[in-house]
């Protein structure tokens, strides 16, 4: 009875866990400084490691993946991409996470090699997907290198300010937590059930490769629709205002514009 009752607590815990941290993810996003080409200067990478250093690597994971998610899901600005962002920020939480239960003795050591690899696999996914975007845009490589490029430089800043400030709370909270329901998830370590076998592999790579190139090609066709509507309000934008200096002209010259009959239409036809 008792073995139920604490395997009850331990769920709720994690719900617990899971639930703050992707808050946490989701609120921090929004603690941003906006760039150009939609990059921008956040801590909600923060959030993400250190929900993988604290609470391992699937809690951390799923933490990381639904809180960016959301964000994504109720900014217009990117909405396609929010199963790709899961994916991607899932797999940064999920890295730190497993990494910062490893062998390593330094406590120090650990976490920063954690907080580091976890980040650099988010921005080789996020940078990838940058760059695949602009191919499928129709932009010729060095295009799409050079706004990669661009995206790098905010990605890496994000990524070291993300290393910075999860690492200290991490060891901060670490000891604070130890003595609340928390510190069971803190000090456990990895099973090895075997859910890796040759078959779940290569559904999961499957499942992966599908939902990255949806995510994708769904964010393409938003950015096509999104620079076809931006041309043609400029191209309305220029038909208004020549139609202006149209009128000026014959109001000044007192001279009547022309009006096309229904003759003239189908002459011009």
């Given at each position: ?60 994971g799923l933490s990381s993946g639904i809180g960016g998610a959301l964000y994504d899901l109720f900014n217009p600005l990117y909405t396609l991409s929010a199963p790709y962002t899961f994916f991607s920020k899932f797999a940064m939480g999920w890295t730190a996470g497993k990494l910062n239960r490893s062998g390593i003795k330094s406590e120090l050591a650990k976490a920063v090699t954690a907080a ?154």
């Open positions: 009875m008792s073995n139920t009752v604490s395997q009850q607590r331990s769920k709720i815990y994690r719900m617990v866990a899971v639930g703050l941290m992707a808050a946490l993810v989701y609120a921090g996003n929004y603690m941003s400084i906006p760039l150009a080409n939609e990059t921008r200067i956040h801590i909600g990478n923060s959030m993400c490691l250190l929900a993988g250093l604290l609470f391992g690597g699937v809690n951390g580091i690899t976890g980040q650099l696999v988010y921005i080789v996914l996020y940078l990838g997907k940058s760059l695949v975007t602009q191919l499928i845009l129709g932009n010729p490589f060095q295009t799409a290198a050079a706004v990669m490029l661009e995206k790098a430089a905010a990605s890496f800043t994000n990524g070291a300010i993300a290393v910075v400030v999860s690492v200290p709370l991490y060891l901060a909270l670490k000891k604070a937590l130890h003595a609340s329901g928390f510190g069971s998830m803190i000090e456990s370590k990895s099973e090895r059930k075997g859910y890796f076998n040759p078959l779940t592999t290569v559904l999961t790579v499957f499942a992966i490769v599908v939902t990255a190139g949806f995510a994708i090609r769904l964010s393409a066709d938003g950015k096509i629709k999104d620079t076809q509507a931006k041309r043609e309000a400029a191209y309305q934008q220029q038909i208004d205002e020549l139609t202006e200096k149209l009128d000026y002209l014959y109001e000044t010259m007192g001279v009547e514009p022309p009006v096309n009959t229904e003759e003239d239409v189908q002459a011009d036809g």
